[in-house]
């Protein structure tokens, strides 16, 4: 599905004007590892994949859209487009509920602020 990422990060990094070494030190992973990452010789696990995309200052989502192949892009048409923004509005509703069981800010909630 993500036949694009090494290209893409690569792409990222160098018009950001990153070195690979830059780059690998602001997502916490070795250079050898981002160099495997960009040739597509390796594909990212989530964390690698969310570290990354923090130090190119891109939303991982974001990211994972640019990487995807053409064969596997979704269009305003699909019908997974709307499935899948239903799915993520129900994950942050979840993580919402946890986080103030667990005695945590909203997300998106600014600091100081009164939930009710």
Do not use: Y
């Amino acid at each position: 599905m993500m036949v694009e990422f090494g290209r893409t990060v690569k792409l990222l990094r160098q018009t950001m004007d990153l070195s690979s070494g830059d780059l690998a030190h602001a997502a916490g992973i070795s250079r050898p590892m981002l160099s495997l990452l960009e040739s597509g010789a390796r594909q990212p696990s989530l964390s690698v994949l969310r570290r990354v995309a923090a130090a190119l200052n891109v939303p991982s989502e974001t990211l994972v859209i640019l990487a995807m192949d053409d064969s596997t892009k979704l269009s305003a048409t699909d019908s997974r487009v709307t499935d899948l923004a239903e799915s993520i509005r129900k994950m942050m509703e979840m993580e919402n509920l946890l986080r103030c069981q667990m005695g945590g800010k909203r997300t998106g909630e600014a600091k100081g602020s009164n939930p009710e």
